[in-house]
């Protein structure tokens, strides 16, 4: 930017002519022409010498000024809403790319449930027995569910084979359960059932040993109870799942 001269009050005609003229040549020195102002508000001349305007700069910048992204150049993208989430949707209304904020990702996955730990093993029970019973899973967390199966033979009852199973959610204990008479006894002596309230149920007519199930972050508990006298030996086996 040029320096101009100041005329003082106390300057000669000749002397103020002189600092005029010198301000004016200065000043057109400096000076911008209106040729060189761009209103293109595409900005595609893409020159070092064009000087775009403010209403073209805005223009630019307001209608997104690029192209839609890709994966190898840099443009314009679109926030995804939770329905183009859920539906993997790529592009979003204006064609641009969609992007995820961390915010919608936190609440998306939350929203899902993912198993992605599973242990388990197997145990034996003495039907004749009641009380708690732990086990430990080996998760490291509280489970989402877990499930056990099993078969017992030799119950008191005239009953030979019986097997049940059943799971357990962190709220309700469901299961199913079969038994036949020992020796084969007629059709009409076999019965299959289930419901919930216990996650394994051996046995029959009276004659019982069943289980509710519980769970904490280190153990699976099975609380046993019976009816009558069961006898014989319950072989299980356990699937817990987080």
Not at 76 to 101: P, Q, R, W
Not at 195 to 222: C, H, M, P, Q, R
């Amino acid at each position: 930017m040029s320096t101009l001269v100041t005329i003082q009050s106390s300057d000669q005609i000749t002397n103020s002519r002189a600092d005029i003229n010198s301000n004016f040549s200065a000043l057109n020195t400096d000076k911008i022409e209106t040729s060189y102002l761009d209103t293109d508000s595409s900005l595609s001349n893409n020159s070092d010498t064009k000087i775009p305007s403010q209403k073209a700069v805005k223009a630019y910048v307001d209608t997104g000024g690029n192209v839609n992204a890709s994966e190898t150049t840099k443009g314009i993208v679109e926030e995804a809403t939770d329905a183009e989430v859920t539906a993997g949707t790529a592009t979003g209304g204006t064609g641009a790319k969609l992007f995820v904020t961390p915010a919608k990702l936190a609440t998306r996955v939350t929203a899902f449930t993912f198993f992605g730990v599973m242990k388990g093993g197997s145990i034996g029970h003495d039907n004749s027995t009641t009380g708690a019973v732990t086990t430990a899973h080996g998760l490291g967390k509280i489970p989402k569910f877990i499930k056990v199966s099993g078969v017992t033979v030799n119950n008191a009852g005239n009953i030979s084979l019986m097997t049940s199973s059943g799971v357990y959610d962190g709220t309700t204990n469901s299961y199913l359960y079969s038994y036949a008479p020992e020796g084969g006894g007629t059709a009409t002596n076999d019965l299959v059932g289930g419901g919930t309230g216990y996650i394994l149920l051996f046995g029959g007519d009276g004659t019982e040993s069943k289980a509710v199930a519980t769970f904490d972050a280190t153990n699976i508990t099975l609380t046993w109870s019976k009816s009558g006298s069961p006898t014989g030996t319950s072989y299980l086996i356990w699937e817990a799942i987080a």
